[in-house]
């Protein structure tokens, strides 16, 4: 079992930046593939960004390609999302994933969820 606990959400105006973080627990952290999925209210969730075991292979949504960077920290179990250039768009619960590679978690195939953190845009 690999336990997920997100943080770093919170209300920023648009045009602002946030990162957003997400502790690993249980399961050898570097095992995994990770990613970033969000879900805002009434809609379905969507991929956000993955980044490979090792972090040398990336995949961004278009929606968020040239404004988010997906990183990781092996040493310290965790996975970050930093996001530039918000916008009120990008308003939803962030929710961290863990997966055999990235471009599975890309496809939706995620082994672990967590419960996610929320992030407001306002204009």
């Known amino acids: 079992q690999v336990q997920l606990v997100e943080s770093g959400g919170e209300l920023v105006q648009a045009g602002g930046s946030l990162r957003l973080s997400c502790a690993a627990s249980?399961?050898?952290?570097?095992?995994?593939?990770m990613g970033w999925f969000r879900q805002a209210p009434g809609k379905e969730r969507e991929f956000v960004a993955a980044?490979?075991?090792?972090?040398?292979?990336?995949y961004y949504a278009d929606s968020v390609k040239g404004r988010f960077t997906i990183s990781r920290d092996n040493a310290k179990n965790t996975v970050y999302l930093h996001m530039n250039s918000l916008k009120p768009e990008d308003t939803a619960v962030y929710h961290c994933?863990?997966?055999?590679?990235?471009?599975?978690?890309?496809?939706?195939?995620?082994?672990?969820w967590g419960q996610g953190t929320q992030v407001s845009v306002s204009s």
């Open positions: 994933a863990a997966g055999g590679r990235a471009r599975d978690i890309r496809d939706g195939q995620s082994d672990y």
């Open positions: 980044v490979s075991v090792g972090g040398a292979f990336t």
């Open positions: 249980g399961r050898a952290f570097s095992n995994y593939a």
